[in-house]
């Protein structure tokens, strides 16, 4: 089993920063991509931003040029700065790990989730 644990949630003003963490451990051969997600309140759950393991990243649209994704592989975490958040952001965001686990399999991991809260 792998575990993603999410930190660094939280309430902050429009206009202001955030950085997500998100680490992953238990029994994982390799990572290849991670991501983040999240769910407003009502909506489905929608895709932020993904990194490869060899840092090819892909954004949504509406965070372009406001977040950025990074990893750091030799401690098997994922990373998300906002800026310039707006209240739209407002949601749960989720990890997401696609990886190889000890029997070479190919598996997919969530984590429980942090709560983003942007105020007006």
């Known amino acids: 089993q792998v575990q993603l644990v999410e930190s660094g949630g939280g309430l902050v003003q429009a206009g202001g920063s955030l950085r997500l963490s998100c680490a992953a451990s238990g029994s994982i051969f390799s990572i290849n991509t991670m991501g983040w997600y999240r769910q407003a309140t009502g909506e489905q759950r929608e895709l932020v931003a993904t990194?490869?393991?060899?840092?090819?990243?892909k954004y949504a649209d509406s965070v372009k040029g406001r977040f950025t994704i990074s990893r750091d592989n030799a401690k098997n975490t994922v990373y998300l700065q906002m800026n310039s958040l707006k209240p739209e952001d407002t949601a749960v965001y989720y990890c997401?790990?696609?990886?190889?686990?000890?029997?070479?399999?190919?598996?997919?991991?969530w984590g429980k989730g942090t709560l983003v809260t942007v105020s007006s």
């Open positions: 990194i490869t393991n060899n840092g090819i990243t």
């Open positions: 997401n790990a696609d990886y190889i686990g000890p029997f070479r399999y190919g598996m997919n991991a």
